[in-house]
């Protein structure tokens, strides 16, 4: 994406935000987008689809803070379009390129018809390129490399494969580095070559008056590179926008909500800088049976139902697992909510597994027949002595 795409497109209308939204605003917008437009929610929709990667674009700027800087500065400077500055002025606050002239948008940017491919670097870069050197000094460095952005998704997994851990397949639809021409900007077959201009450094010496100062090579645009047949997938800026499957590794105990990242998997660098990363919110669907404990997360939960004659005269249960059964003892005269622990069913980790925590609840049954109903008249009476609620009486006086 080239200086020029900035110029043209508007990156905060696309995720329908204000200029000066916050970083939380626009990840807001653009995640509720993404959600609505992602090819899997609209299968065969090339309206959607097209929409989708137009919003992935823009997030891809606005969600970087120096990108979205460049982005604004750029915009600001070239809102009126392509051409040069006016009132004889070659830069805002008078320095002028000489009486009369006007500071062409193509003297930064590449003459038209010039050939050439790539984007330069941001518009504070270019600005330092201008002024950083003092009068008579040549450039001196080649152009800045610069890491890819990081690139944020979701993924939704079930409760086991959160417990064991899983490999998850996750389609994306992001920035990449183009297949076509696998990142070098030139069509299949054909190679970029070094800027005669400027040697390959991206920036030429340039005398204006009782100045000297260093700008932006105009034949490679301060790429350093001249692509003579330009990719016709990414037209030259080696990345494309496209949808690819990454295999996404859980690590066994992901809680839900935790984020994993993939080294590299996010856009691509620029000028042989590193890939950004990829950034995975995992969030895991709740277990019918089992859940994680609060206090140990890598103790499983389970409530199992019990009769008060199990509890009373002691009984041993089967109860499940995420593997198969187990065989829990219940003692007698257990109380009901106790929790009793099944030591090594629970998450595994390397060199130790939770345990599974059960805990026992009586239900009591919603009717009796006669016989029943007998039998528990007959025990009331013979416990009639017992009282539950002694304590709790006496300690209210």
């Known amino acids: 994406m080239t200086q020029r795409d900035w110029i043209e497109k508007d990156f905060y209308r696309e995720l329908g935000v204000a200029s000066g939204a916050s970083a939380d605003e626009i990840k807001k917008a653009y995640r509720k987008l993404a959600r609505e437009l992602h090819p899997d929610a609209n299968p065969g929709d090339a309206n959607a689809e097209a929409r989708f990667k137009s919003v992935s674009e823009a997030y891809g700027v606005l969600s970087d803070e120096k990108k979205r800087r460049e982005y604004d500065e750029t915009r600001a400077l070239f809102a009126g379009g392509g051409g040069g500055f006016g009132g004889g002025a070659g830069f805002p606050g008078g320095f002028g390129t000489g009486a009369g002239q006007n500071f062409d948008l193509n003297d930064l940017f590449g003459r038209s018809g010039a050939s050439g491919g790539g984007g330069a670097g941001g518009f504070s870069d270019l600005l330092g390129g201008l002024f950083g050197n003092r009068a008579g000094a040549g450039p001196t460095t080649a152009p ?10 979701e993924l939704r997994i079930d409760f086991v494969d959160a417990v064991r851990g899983a490999e998850v397949q996750l389609r994306l639809t992001a920035p990449g580095r183009c297949e076509r021409c696998g990142g070098t900007g030139s069509r299949p077959g054909s190679t970029p070559r070094q ?19 260093s700008e932006p090579c105009r034949d490679c645009r301060g790429t350093g590179r001249i692509i003579d047949d330009p990719c016709p997938e990414c037209g030259g800026d080696g990345t494309s926008t496209r949808t690819r499957t990454i295999t996404v590794r859980i690590p066994a105990g992901v809680a839900d909500g ?20 990829l950034y995975v919110k ?21 409530t199992v139902p019990v009769t008060f004659p199990e509890l009373a005269f002691g009984t041993t ?8 059964t187990v065989s829990l003892r219940i003692p007698a005269g257990t109380a009901s909510g106790r929790t009793l622990r099944v030591r090594g069913r629970g998450v595994p980790r390397k060199g130790k597994t939770g345990d599974l925590l059960v805990t026992v609840e009586v239900t009591v049954p919603a009717k009796l027949d006669d016989a029943a109903s007998a039998a528990l008249q007959s025990f009331a009476e013979a416990t009639k002595e017992f009282d539950p609620r002694a304590d709790l009486l006496g300690g209210a006086r």
Do not use: M
Request: glycine fraction near 16%; charged fraction near 20%.
């Open 258 to 277: 935790q984020q994993i990242r993939l080294k590299g998997q996010g856009e691509p660098g620029r000028g042989g800088a590193l890939a950004g990363d």
């Open 144 to 153: 800045r490399s610069q890491r890819g952005a990081d690139v944020e998704s």
């Open 195 to 213: 800027c005669p201009t400027c040697g390959g450094v991206g920036l030429v010496s340039r005398s204006q008056g009782a100045f000297a100062f």
């Open 282 to 302: 995992v969030y895991v669907t709740p277990h019918r049976l089992f859940g994680r404990s609060e206090r140990n997360p890598d103790d499983l939960t389970l």
């Open 317 to 324: 249960l089967t109860v499940p697992t995420l593997e198969s």
